[in-house]
């Protein structure tokens, strides 16, 4: 997908669960709204991480219900090409969701073009562990 994809269908309803797959940090940072964070690096591409170990990555309890239930899910992965690759053949090869989608140029080229849209987490959302998206574009 192209950011423009990934903006246009933010706006509307229907499945669709992005993922994260920069760090934690990055993530808590800036990052796209309603995106599920699933630290990947690249060792554990060569490491073979299952995703049931990815799922345990997920630290927020509606982030995890939101991952259990996507089956006819439309899915937009966001990283880089190697890692998104890996995870897309992951959920692939479970037969869950509808379809999956790497966004092209991953979170900085979205960024660049919709910086107005991400958002981040502040002090108190980090302690609480609690971060909570209004729709349609839920900004700081």
């Known amino acids: 997908?192209?950011?423009i994809d990934l903006f246009n269908r933010m706006s509307g309803f229907g499945s669709l669960i992005i993922i994260d797959t920069r760090s934690w940090n990055e993530y808590q940072i800036i990052h796209i709204p309603r995106s599920i964070c699933i630290p990947i690096n690249e060792d554990d591409?060569?490491?073979n991480i299952s995703l049931s170990d990815l799922e345990l990555r997920?630290?927020?309890l509606t982030?995890?219900?939101i991952f259990k239930n996507r089956q006819r899910t439309t899915i937009v992965l966001v990283g880089t090409l190697s890692i998104s690759t890996y995870l897309s053949?992951?959920?692939?090869?479970?037969?869950?969701?509808?379809?999956i989608a790497i966004l092209d140029g991953g979170f900085d080229i979205f960024y660049k073009k919709y910086p107005f849209i991400c958002c981040n987490y502040n002090e108190s959302e980090i302690i609480s562990n609690k971060h909570i998206h209004?729709?349609?574009f839920p900004c700081k």
């Open 1 to 3: 997908w192209y950011p």
């Open 45 to 47: 591409i060569k490491n």
């Open 58 to 60: 997920i630290t927020l």
């Open 63 to 65: 982030d995890k219900r």
């Open 89 to 99: 053949s992951l959920l692939i090869h479970e037969n869950k969701v509808s379809s």
């Open 134 to 136: 209004k729709p349609p």
